[in-house]
């Protein structure tokens, strides 16, 4: 049984070629944060996936990448729906994306579809696409807030893409709600700015930890990411690499910190929250180490744990 569950959408990027030509790759936020914690906790750290994947060609293709990894896929339901698509501008800084995901089978998970949550999963992600659209938000949403009031870790990145938020009251609200009740709040500069527009970092951590949280990360590309819990802050600057692409790289990270606080076996909200600025530097050090790599790759090509 896993001891860590991602939950959340799984799609396919489509990355630009030469002439205006796209190819569809795996991907989708809480995808490659399975797949980067997989690699990076093997093999020692279960893996298990939540999500509504289409029965299309390209959900076969999602469910392989799933199993090639040793993901467990217990908790997906297989929708005759169609797959999210996700086209991918690199000609900036920073990836833009273009979405296809009406009526998608990422919209239309339902938990009715799958087993209850497994016993050993101690930790649980959430976040991104998957938090956008009704019903399959709620559906995600409502098992986060029970995970938690179980005990559970729960971890949020909200991954924020806006283009895709036809009901923001609607999407604010159930966002709001799960960093409520996160024990681990991780999100980009670009997501706070997003979120909470001209907000500090520190301010925005400050008022988290207030409400509940045990660990907050704010990352910022290429000038590395702070994490704070109650009795600690650290920065770490970025490892100095050759980028290839960003792509991943926040979802690596993320993945990296689930799985270093589960080797560590701090999976209570007070064992987290005890971190000092000494063991937070360890942790975000080591996950930055491995986002670093997924940057010098082309996609989310996530590194395993000998190349961290």
Known sequence: MPSILVAGEALMDCIPLPDDAFRPIVGGSPFNVAVAAARLGRPATGIGFMSGISTDFFGDRLVRALHAEGIDTTWVARLDAPTTLAFVDLSGPSPRYAFYDEKSATRSFTTRAIPGLPNDARFVHVGSVSLIGAPGADEIAQMAHAAAGAGRIVSVDPNVR???????????????????????????????????????????????????????????????????????????????????????????????????????????????????????????????????????????????????
């Open 162 to 308: 806006a283009s895709l938020v036809a009901n923001d009251h609607a999407w604010r609200a159930r966002l709001d709600g799960l960093i409520g009740i996160a024990a681990v709040v991780k999100l980009s500069d670009e997501d706070l700015e997003a979120l909470e527009p001209g907000m500090a970092p520190s301010d925005f951590a400050t008022r988290t930890l207030a409400g509940g949280a045990s660990l907050v990360i704010v990352t910022g590309g290429g000038s590395g990411a702070e994490a704070w819990t109650p009795t600690g802050h650290v920065h770490v600057a970025a490892p100095k690499i050759v980028v290839t692409d960003t792509i991943g790289a926040g979802d690596t990270l993320m993945a990296a910190t689930v799985v270093h606080l589960a080797e560590h076996g701090l999976d209570s909200r007070a064992a987290i929250a005890a971190l000092d600025s000494s063991a937070l530097h360890d942790l975000l050090a080591f996950a930055t180490r491995a986002a670093a790599v997924t940057c010098t790759r082309a996609g989310c090509n996530p590194p395993l744990r000998h190349e961290v």
